[in-house]
């Protein structure tokens, strides 16, 4: 009896002895117009997939329960093409804390069209990081290991290489898959570019900056609110740097996408100098967003809060 007491301690503690896994994702399948049977198809998909992303070991690193990062994955399926097969999109966002507050950053936002995959009910999600047998779980490894490559990047310059690197091999195993997304030809915004962008050394600064957003800048607004958006200043002109050099990257467009109402929130209430600079920076490197940059500089006030 007192063998099973101390197994059952054991097996109580253990996880918080040896750490848990890197990811605290939220899996969402949405089947617009599917019948019952296919919805409950996609409900049992929708468990594996969770269990798939959140219990799995991505990295060598133990993490504690609140360093988990966090993450949501939506997946809208549009088309049932056959028996076991489906189309449609997936979403995935990832964010951050940010130090000593209570305020949690974006990191990555983006929307990918090109998720075709196959799916039996309760089949066994296989994968490999060294071989392409299944695109779903091929897309979804490589997002997970995006999501972890930039949450490393906001902690160190370049951290996420090793992580960046690992979907790129996904890439790189996918190149005879017949499913789109995978390959340079198939489009300008797809997952092949992504790494490129992330590997390309035109778009580093955009690489280096992450990092002075995140730990020079969000992270010190406690310790003195001014000098840490100076540093998201300097972020902002390391991003114009790479856009100069080559406008329109993909690269670009999904930093945007992502900090872009943050940045408002965040200049809104800027001294004068920072908030125009801020403007003018941002309306060139996101020009589909100028006007909502532009409002910034109407009635704004010489504040030094954040809102």
């Known amino acids: 009896m007192i063998r099973y007491l101390f197994l059952f301690l054991f097996l109580l503690i253990a996880p918080n002895l040896y750490g848990q896994q890197e990811m605290n994702c939220m899996i969402s399948i949405s089947t617009p117009g599917m019948s019952e049977t296919d919805r409950q198809i996609m409900r049992t998909l929708q468990s594996d997939l969770y269990e798939f992303v959140n219990q799995r070991n991505w990295t060598d690193y133990q993490f504690e329960s609140n360093e988990r990062i966090e993450a949501s994955i939506v997946i809208t399926i549009s088309e049932r093409m056959g028996s076991d097969e489906y189309r449609g999109t997936i979403q995935v966002q990832s964010r951050r804390p940010v130090y000593q507050t209570s305020y949690s950053t974006p990191i990555f936002n983006h929307q990918d069209r090109d998720f075709q995959f196959r799916y039996t009910e309760n089949q066994a999600l296989d994968y490999s ?179």
């Open 129 to 307: 990081d060294n071989t392409h047998s299944s695109n779903l779980t091929a897309v979804i490894a490589y997002y997970v290991y995006i999501i972890i490559g930039f949450d490393f990047d906001t902690f160190a310059p370049l951290g996420g290489n090793p992580y960046f690197e690992r979907a790129q091999n996904i890439v790189n195993n996918a190149q005879n898959a017949p499913e789109r997304g995978w390959k340079s030809f198939e489009g300008q915004r797809n997952r092949y570019w992504l790494v490129e962008n992330l590997f390309n050394n035109t778009y580093s600064p955009i690489r280096e900056a992450i990092y002075t957003y995140h730990r020079l800048g969000f992270d010190k607004m406690t310790e003195n609110m001014e000098i840490a958006r100076g540093e998201v200043v300097n972020a902002l002109e390391m991003f114009q740097r790479a856009h100069r050099a080559r406008p329109g990257s993909f690269l670009m467009q999904i930093i945007m996408t992502t900090k872009s109402d943050e940045l408002v929130n965040l200049f809104s209430e800027a001294s004068s100098m920072d908030r125009n600079k801020a403007v003018n920076i941002l309306s060139e490197i996101d020009p589909a967003n100028s006007s909502k940059y532009r409002r910034m500089t109407q009635g704004g006030g010489e504040g030094t809060g954040r809102n």
